[in-house]
């Protein structure tokens, strides 16, 4: 008997308050290409986020803060034209959202409108409701993102958990409902104890996503470079490597170096031919031109 296949729609800011509402955990990856954006939509992937992670994992950046508005637009697109089904948000990178509410609303749109993302992501509580706020009121869905924020690491001191004693904590809890009161449909809580985060999951009405914030979140979300193992600088405590890709792919670039340079390849069977009468009569026709 065949198994009838589960039709597919395209996932929405209102299937994710579902999803939220009826306890079934949603899945988001960090995602900086075609290719990849291709396997994830087909493996059932419910949110993609084009995120800034993509500046250390794909462009070799230190920190997320050099990647400019123009190198994410590229990302982005190349993402969402790979994606037919998974929610796609594009995130903000440093400096794209500070500097004034309408600077912020532009540079919004262009990932809406150049990068066709469903949403946009922004980064900060307290200090960044005012910008997520002007941004939902021009008709721009947007993910909230509180704890650690990569953006900040100068202020915050490093990468490190935050929310681990009464005054984080609280400011977790504080910036998590500042951000939901200005109109974000979901926020990601990065590095914060999963006690805190269960405390801002039972207060919000919106989802929350995990980025190593434990398992009472509404979703999980990780880098995908990090789970593939094609990420090798550092991997956070919070991640579960799924592969060791980068080994796999690093021997197979040893083997194809060693069949080149030992002219075990290409191969017949890589190799194109011309007919012999064919050849016989380029030669000839070549032999005649000084």
């Known amino acids: ?3 009838k296949k589960e039709k597919r729609s395209k996932i929405t800011v209102l299937d994710l308050q579902e999803m939220k509402e009826n306890g079934r955990k949603i ?3 960090s995602i900086p290409d075609y290719p990849l954006a291709l396997l994830a939509d087909r493996a059932g992937l419910d949110t993609i986020l084009v995120g800034d992670s993509l500046a250390m994992t794909v462009l070799g950046y230190e920190t997320t803060v050099p990647i400019t508005l123009d190198e994410m637009l590229h990302h982005a697109k190349a993402v969402t034209r790979g994606t037919k089904y998974a929610f796609v948000v594009g995130d903000m990178p440093f400096m794209s959202n500070n500097t004034s509410e309408r600077d912020a609303i532009i540079n919004a749109g262009r990932f809406m409108q150049e990068a066709g993302t469903d949403a946009v992501k922004v980064e900060g509580g307290v200090n960044a409701a005012h910008i997520v706020s002007a941004i939902v009121r021009a008709g721009i869905p947007v993910v909230g993102h509180i704890g650690l924020t990569p953006q900040h690491i100068s202020q ?3 990468y490190k958990a935050q929310g681990t ?4 904590g609280s400011r977790v809890i504080e910036d998590a409902i500042a951000v939901e009161k200005a109109g974000a449909f979901a926020i990601i809580l990065e590095c914060v104890p999963d006690q805190i985060s269960r405390i801002v999951t039972e207060r919000l009405k919106i989802p929350t996503i995990s980025y190593g914030a434990g398992i009472h979140c509404d979703g999980q979300g990780l880098v995908a470079h990090d789970i593939l193992g094609i990420f090798d600088r550092f991997t956070p405590k919070f991640v579960k490597k799924y592969s060791n890709l ?4 690093q021997g197979t670039f040893k083997e194809y170096v060693n ?4 002219q075990q390849f290409p191969g017949d069977e890589h190799t194109f031919h011309i007919k012999k009468d064919q050849l016989d009569a380029v030669i000839k026709r070549n032999s005649q031109i000084d």
């Open 1 to 3: 008997m065949t198994e």
């Open 27 to 29: 899945t988001m990856l």
């Open 156 to 158: 915050l001191g490093g």
């Open 165 to 168: 004693d009464l005054e984080t």
């Open 246 to 249: 980068g080994q796999q792919i």
């Open 259 to 262: 069949d080149v340079v030992s």
